[in-house]
Every structure is written in C-alpha cells, then in structure tokens.
C-alpha cells in the first residue's frame, strides 16, 4: 500500500493549458514537499509546506497543503514545455522521523508545444 | 562544490561483484541520506547517516548493503555480491539539519547489473 497516492499518474496537455495535481495520504503528516524530477537527474526541491491550510505561491506553480496536514495539490498556470517532468510528492509523516521522507510514485506531466 | 556530487553517474556490475556508490554532500551539510528508486516504485529510503555515524538504517537490507560516512571524504554507499534486483537508482540527498525540511539531491547513480 502507497502512504503518498499521487494523481492523475500520467498528465499529456498543450502549452498555456492550466492543471492540478494531487497528492493523498490517510496519514497526517508534519511537513511535505513538492520536487520535480527530469530524466536521468536527481529530484530539485520546489517547496515545503508545513502548516494546515497552507497555501504557497512559485511563480506560475501554487501548492496548498490541506487543513487536516493528509494532502496536497499543485496547480501549475498557463503551463510550458519546460514544466515538462515528474512531480513528486514527499512528506515527513507527523510522529515518525522527521529526517525520513516518504515519497509518492509522481505525476508524469508532458507539456506539449 | 554547487551540489551533491554522486558517482559514477552509471555502474554497470555482474552478479556477484561488489558496487560501490560515493556521495560527497553539499559544502556546509554535514547530515546524509541515501534513497533508492526501482522501476515504476517512488524513492525508499536507505539509511541516514552524519559523519562517523549512522543514525537509522532501518531502510536498507541487513545483507550484503552497508553505508558510511568517515570523517574525512565522501559517503559511501556499499553493496556486496550483487543481484540483478539490485538494478535501480540511488539517490544520495544532504542537508544543514537532521531534518526532511529541505534536502538537496545528487544526480544518482544508475546501476545495472547483468
């Protein structure tokens, strides 16, 4: 059983297109975070929310942590080409090891031109 | 040092050599955290460790993989005799504090054995 379920799995829009992503747990968790990964990279950390309600804006990408501390979305605008990557969700579940992240299995996003 | 350097970025072995993965952390992040990810599964975690220490190894198998992080020099990310179920990526991350606020990930190296 996956504690982080990412969706949809697989994303494919054209470019100026707006989306959402999501993230959900049955578990509450004290901090999570939102990388994106390229091909054959490592994962590049774009923000970490740790309170309730939370709501973080990145440029174009907006990412709210749900009141309960289970969930989260990212909302990307007018998306582009370079957007184009995997999304992954990860998150520090509340009374475990805060150093031990649990990561989704990610959102395959494709922007196309 | 811009980042978390991992290599060699590709390890090919075959069944039964050794694989040994070395991570250098981040210039001022002294803590250390190796995650692997297999085909179509997200990132596990491995170990954690600070220098001269490992402070959780509770998500690496208790054979043939060990960890390290010595005072001087790289973390290194050890496994023995090798299967081919040990074909993945591993991810070496490192931040300032014990903490899962912000890590900085390597570029991983990719190992594949035949």
């Known amino acids: 059983t996956q504690l982080l379920e990412q969706s949809p799995q697989f994303l494919s829009i054209q470019e100026g297109e707006n989306l959402t992503v999501y993230c959900n747990s049955s578990s509450v968790f004290s901090s999570l975070q939102w990388y994106r990964q390229e091909p054959g990279e490592g994962p590049v950390l774009l923000v970490t929310?740790?309170?309730?309600?939370e709501v973080k804006k990145l440029k174009r990408l907006t990412f709210q942590f749900g009141d309960a501390r289970k969930d989260s979305s990212l909302h990307i605008t007018a998306a582009q080409p370079g957007d184009t990557g995997l999304y992954l969700c990860?998150?520090?579940?509340?009374?475990?090891?805060?150093?031990?992240?649990?990561f989704g299995k990610g959102t395959l996003l494709t922007v196309n031109p | 040092n811009a980042g978390v350097m991992q290599n060699p970025r590709h390890l090919v072995r075959r069944r039964g050599q050794e694989a040994r993965l070395r991570c250098s952390p981040m210039k001022g992040h002294s803590h250390v955290y190796w995650y692997r990810q297999l085909p179509e599964e997200g990132l596990k975690f491995m170990v954690y460790l600070q220098k001269e220490n490992i402070i959780d190894e509770s998500g690496m198998p208790k054979e043939r993989f060990s960890a390290e992080f010595p005072k001087e020099g790289p973390s290194i990310l050890r496994i023995q005799q090798v299967v081919r179920g040990d074909s993945a990526a591993y991810f070496c991350?490192?931040?300032?504090?014990?903490?899962?606020?912000?890590?900085?990930f390597g570029s991983g190296t990719r190992l594949t054995v035949v």
């Open positions: 990860a998150g520090a579940v509340a009374g475990g090891s805060n150093y031990k992240l649990t």
């Open positions: 991350a490192s931040s300032p504090r014990g903490t899962g606020y912000g890590y900085t």
């Open positions: 929310v740790v309170t309730g309600g």
